[in-house]
């Protein structure tokens, strides 16, 4: 099976900085897991909403447009959406095989990106109060 992103996934991808996509790409093309683009580029009505919700905590996200009208920031989830009875909101080893992915591929791109499930880049996700699983963003 060859994974590749769908016609969704693409377009969310036109809304991200190049250095991103470049890594979000070369993620997928280790073929290790499927995962589709959730998110990149939201307006300020939903960040306030969703921070509402409680599903996010910072008003001047990265997923806010940049002086370029990209986002920096993307939300991944893996697919399929659920792996013997797990729901994958639930399942944060998959989220972990996924970071590592981005991760692997951000060291190759040389993008320096941080996880919100692991915040501070530590390596212990433990040590964090509030986790945003499929939440990658470029590091500045």
Do not use: C
């Not at 920096?72 to 994958?88: H, I, M, S």
């Not at 989220?95 to 530590?122: K, Q």
């Amino acid at each position: 099976m060859t994974y590749r992103f769908s016609q969704r996934s693409e377009e969310h991808l036109k809304h991200l900085v190049p250095e991103m996509v470049r890594v979000v790409r070369r993620a997928l093309s280790f073929q290790v897991m499927d995962f589709t683009v959730l998110e990149t580029l939201r307006d300020e009505e939903r960040q306030r909403l969703l921070i509402e919700a409680g599903t996010s905590q910072k008003a001047d996200s990265l997923h806010l447009a940049n002086d370029d009208g990209l986002a920096e920031a993307v939300d991944l989830l893996p697919y399929p959406y659920n792996v013997n009875g797990v729901d994958v909101w639930q399942d944060k080893q998959r989220f972990s095989l996924l970071a590592g992915l981005i991760f692997a591929a951000a060291a190759i791109e040389n993008v320096p990106v941080r996880w919100g499930g692991d915040w501070d880049g530590d390596g212990n996700n433990a040590d964090s109060k509030f986790h945003d699983m499929p939440h990658f963003e470029l590091r500045r």
